[in-house]
């Protein structure tokens, strides 16, 4: 094929073209019908769900459910809805987001720019870490979170998601920091600056891209994250995920699908809202990791 | 005492050693080039003085005053890197006046100071903008608009015109040069293009493997160089290095045998050599010219005929290649010289040029 390509007339040319956005319009329809059948359900009322037409579109649209599912619904036994695990879950995300990010930061500054004997054996370490999986430090971390009287708190959660995040954000920060040109590390030492005042006023001002990266990716993990959630919190102190599994999975009374719905946009959104506001971000960020190596 | 003393400076990275025992004085307000092929040595010793590769041993002295354990930004120095090495999230303001900022200055007098040197660099135009907005020469200003800020005691160079177009080159060489004579600052300039060298220094190192091959000025480095090595690496198109073999009074160029032309070295260049010693006579293109634009105040010369080979026109002059007894070389001759290549053209010889070498020490002789 690649000897001739001249060969190919234009009628099969665009037949190809025809096939290939036929396959992306299709396969986005897939894509998005989940999320179209949630919406939609969640703005229908129970009789009309038991109606059983699960894609048709509401015929009485209604913020009832989402109301409920904020405020009201059930979750195990107290019925307050879910929007004090919503909080809990920010108040979880945004400072295992921010430190860990931090930290990947310095632990990648330190890796390239001030190598010390053994750096690479540093650097295969904290890589081998992100290849652990979750269900092997299950029983060592709830051990040590109960040493530390952190146990069913949103700070050892916290600590824990910083711990199973710096694997990654060192490596995101030391690869970009690797193409970083050293010599402005040497002007600045000359110049006078230490070792923190070259990482916070050189490096880190020059770090966009890569600390967007970063941010959408430890976000999007560690607010989807639900085994450290169900495994180190219960009852009140639970993050969205955990408590939208509770709500879904009671067993007592009615199955309020819309609600159950309403629960689950929810809970995606501050996922969504990062990657609308960040994502042109986070494909530069990427593809300049790429170009420079 | 001199200014600056470097003084047996050795630095090993794993088993290589890179700077093999490196001696070099410089007096205040002089313009020291260190000058070598790539893998020198050169930029490691220029890294040494600035602190920030230390060395395996030695001592850096300036002022008197022993520097080597210092960090770099207590030795009072100041380096312009090959990249430039702008801060990119700082304006240029931002980026002359950060060392001061560093030392605790206070804002209305560096922002003073900013506005001498931006008027000394006839930048002060491009202050508000950031170096992404810069052109290269532009760039090459305020870089040493940094450096300038702080009247460091030593300047030092690393290659600051090799990312500049040939033209803004010449022109940004002018400007360091001028600089030199105004401020009288101490300079160390590492660079590989000997033009550069030439050009610039006071004094001029020539290293080759991480040993010092020839300290001097440059007229010294040029006309007497200290082995064929340094002959061969200074001056553009280089040196012409002949076979010759030492006979009573003189050396025999061209010709094993008794055949070919046989030309006479003044005496004073042959008197340590033993009849029949091989040798190579070093003479620059500009040594041998057409029958015109000879020297006619050279003492000894001698006119050849050769073939031509290559006639290369610049502008200002015409090199001509010449082959004579499986032997070339160059000479200068007018702009206005017309020749061909095949015909038989008469080279004009100034023997007093001639520099004698050793071929099997390399080291110069006569």
């Given at each position: 094929m690649s000897a001739a390509p001249e060969t190919i007339s234009a009628g099969s040319a665009r037949f190809t073209r025809y096939f290939i956005y036929g396959a992306l319009i299709i396969l986005a329809v897939v894509y998005l019908l989940p999320l179209y059948v949630m919406l939609s359900t969640s703005f229908k009322s129970l009789d009309e769900i038991r109606?059983?037409?699960?894609?048709a579109l509401p015929t009485d649209p209604s913020i009832a459910a989402w109301v409920k599912a904020w405020g009201e619904a059930c979750i195990g036994v107290s019925c307050v809805g879910i929007k004090g695990y919503f909080w809990n879950s920010i108040k979880m995300v945004v400072p295992a987001v921010i430190i860990s990010t931090l930290l990947g930061a310095l632990n990648g500054y330190v890796l390239t720019k001030?190598?010390?004997?053994g750096h690479k054996i540093v650097f295969g370490m904290m890589l081998f870490a992100c290849f652990i999986p979750f269900q092997a430090v299950l029983i060592p971390m709830a051990r040590l979170l109960g040493l530390m009287g952190l146990s069913n708190s949103t700070t050892g959660l916290v600590m824990v998601h910083v711990i199973y995040g710096l694997g990654f954000t060192t490596l995101f920060f030391r690869n970009y920091y690797e193409a970083f040109p050293d010599e402005l590390v040497k002007a600045a030492m000359i110049d006078g600056a230490g070792f923190f005042r070259i990482f916070w006023r050189i490096l880190l001002p020059s770090s966009g891209p890569i600390i967007v990266v970063t941010v959408i990716y430890q976000f999007t993990n560690i607010w989807n994250d639900f085994l450290f959630g169900v495994s180190f919190s219960s009852g009140e102190a639970s993050p969205m995920t955990v408590a939208l599994n509770n709500l879904v999975s009671s067993s007592t009374g009615v199955k309020e699908y819309n609600v159950d719905m309403a629960a689950a946009v929810f809970a995606a959104l501050p996922t969504l809202f990062v990657y609308v506001v960040a994502g042109r971000y986070f494909v530069r960020g990427l593809m300049a990791g790429a170009v420079k190596g | 005492m001199s200014f600056l003393q470097i003084k047996n400076i050795r630095k090993k990275i794993g088993s290589v050693e890179i700077l093999k025992g490196i001696d070099i004085e410089l007096e205040k307000g002089g313009f020291l080039v260190l000058v070598g092929p790539s893998g020198c040595g050169k930029s490691t010793l220029l890294n040494a003085i600035a602190g920030l590769l230390p060395p395996s041993s030695g001592d850096i002295v300036i002022d008197g005053q022993v520097v080597t354990d210092l960090h770099p930004s207590k030795r009072d120095i100041a380096m312009v890197f090959q990249s430039y090495a702008l801060y990119p999230n700082m304006t240029v303001e931002e980026n002359i006046a950060f060392a001061l900022e560093m030392r605790g200055v206070d804002k209305a007098e560096r922002a003073k100071a900013v506005a001498q040197v931006a008027k000394t660099l006839q930048i002060e135009h491009l202050?508000?903008?950031?170096?992404?907005?810069?052109s290269g020469g532009q760039r090459q200003r305020v870089a040493m608009g940094r450096a300038l800020v702080r009247k460091p005691r030593v300047f030092l160079f690393d290659e600051p015109l090799s990312n500049l177009d040939a033209k803004l080159r010449v022109e940004v060489r002018a400007e360091i040069k001028a600089l030199h004579q105004n401020t009288h600052a101490t300079i160390v300039y590492v660079t590989h293009d000997q033009i550069e060298a030439m050009t610039l220094a006071t004094k001029i190192v020539v290293l080759k493997e991480g040993i010092v091959q020839q300290v001097g000025t440059p007229a010294e480095i040029y006309?007497?160089?200290?082995n064929l090595f340094v002959a061969d690496f200074m001056g553009s198109p280089a040196m012409n290095m002949l076979k010759g073999r030492a006979v009573a009074g003189g050396i025999q160029l061209f010709g094993a045998g008794g055949q070919g032309v046989t030309v006479r070295v003044p005496p004073s260049v042959t008197t340590t050599l033993s009849e029949g010693k091989e040798v190579i006579v070093g003479l620059r293109p500009e040594a041998i010219s057409d029958e015109g634009s000879a020297d006619a105040a050279a003492a000894a010369s001698a006119r050849i005929d050769a073939e031509v080979t290559i006639v290369e026109p610049t502008g200002s002059d015409t090199f001509v290649t010449g082959k004579l007894d499986g032997t070339t070389f160059t000479g200068r001759a007018r702009a206005e010289t017309v020749v061909e290549p095949g015909q038989t053209f008469r080279f004009v010889f100034n023997l007093d040029k001639a520099v004698v070498f050793d071929p099997e020490s390399g080291q110069r002789i006569g």
């Open positions: 109606g059983g037409d699960m894609l001030w190598r010390f004997p | 202050l508000t903008r950031r170096p992404s907005q810069l006309n007497r160089p200290a």
